[in-house]
C-alpha cells in the first residue's frame, strides 16, 4: 500500500529565505508526482507535475525534484515572501492501469512567511 | 482550456437533511473524475472515481453516493447527512490513462464545498 508522508509538517521562516519541503513516499512503482498549494478554506492548486521519468520540475521560484529510487521528493521554495505561506500538498499518481489513477496525498506541510 | 466548476461553496445542512454537491469540466472529453473529502485537520480522503459515464468506483463505505449522469457531470449525494459528514468537499478532474502523454497531465481540482452539518 502507498504512504505518502511529508515533512515538517509546519514550517515558519522569515522572508527572503530558502527553504525544502520534503516528500516520501513507500512504493517506488509511481506514474507520477504532483505538488499542490492550499490556501486556507480553498481548493487545491496545481504548482508542478514531475513525471516518473523526469528528475526535477522549475516554475518561477519553485523548484521540485523527483529521486524514485528513493522514494523521495523536495519542493525547494527561493527567496521565500509572505504570499508563499500556505499548506502545501504532495501526491503520488499510482500506475494508470489501477484503479483510474487515483493520487495518494501527503498530509501536507503548512508554510508561514513573516514579513 | 479547461475549467472545472464546483457549487455551492458553502452548504449548512440539518442531520436528517438530503445532500447533492454537482461538479462539471469543461474543455475536455471522457475526463477521469474524483470527489476527495478533507476533514479538518486531516488529509484528503478519496470517495468516489469514475472512468465513464454510469461507471463509478467507492473508495470508503459511508453515507455517501456518487452519480455521472453525463460525461463531464460528477455528482455526490446523500439520502439522510450524519454529523461526521462535515468536511470540505472537493471534485477534480484528469484525463483519462488511455489518451496520448497522458503522463503530460495532472489533476485539476475545483474550488471546494465546505459542508457543516448541524
Known amino acids: 500500500k502507498q504512504e505518502v508522508t511529508q515533512i515538517p509538517a509546519a514550517l515558519s521562516v522569515p522572508e527572503g529565505e530558502n527553504l525544502v519541503l520534503n516528500c516520501s513516499f513507500t512504493d517506488s512503482a509511481i506514474y507520477n508526482l504532483q505538488w499542490f498549494r492550499q490556501d486556507p478554506g480553498k481548493g487545491l492548486t496545481s504548482l508542478l507535475l514531475?513525471?516518473?521519468?523526469?528528475r526535477e520540475q522549475t516554475s518561477g521560484r519553485l523548484n521540485a525534484s523527483l529521486d524514485k529510487s528513493s522514494g523521495r521528493s523536495t519542493l525547494y521554495i527561493a527567496a521565500s515572501q509572505p504570499g508563499d505561506s500556505a499548506t502545501y500538498l504532495c501526491a503520488v499518481r499510482r500506475t494508470i492501469y489501477n484503479q483510474g489513477g487515483k493520487l495518494i496525498f501527503g498530509q501536507g506541510t503548512e508554510l508561514s512567511v513573516k514579513p | 482550456s479547461q475549467t472545472i466548476h464546483q457549487w455551492p461553496a458553502t452548504l449548512v445542512q440539518p442531520v436528517g437533511s438530503p445532500l447533492s454537491l454537482e461538479c462539471t469540466v469543461e474543455?475536455?472529453?471522457?475526463?477521469?473524475l474524483y470527489w476527495y473529502r478533507q476533514a479538518a485537520g486531516r488529509g484528503l480522503q478519496l470517495l468516489f472515481y469514475s472512468v465513464g459515464i454510469g461507471q463509478i468506483s467507492s473508495e470508503v463505505p459511508q453515507n455517501l453516493s456518487a452519480s455521472r449522469p453525463q460525461d463531464r457531470q460528477f455528482i455526490l449525494s446523500s439520502k439522510k447527512l450524519l454529523l461526521s459528514d462535515s468536511g470540505f468537499y472537493l471534485c477534480?478532474?484528469?484525463?483519462?490513462?488511455?489518451?496520448?502523454?497522458?503522463?503530460?497531465?495532472?489533476?485539476?481540482f475545483g474550488s471546494g464545498t465546505r459542508l457543516t452539518v448541524v
Open positions: 514531475i513525471q516518473s521519468s523526469q
Open positions: 477534480a478532474w484528469s484525463v483519462s490513462a488511455g489518451r496520448p502523454r497522458a503522463s503530460n497531465y495532472g489533476y485539476t
Open positions: 474543455g475536455t472529453s471522457n475526463p477521469n
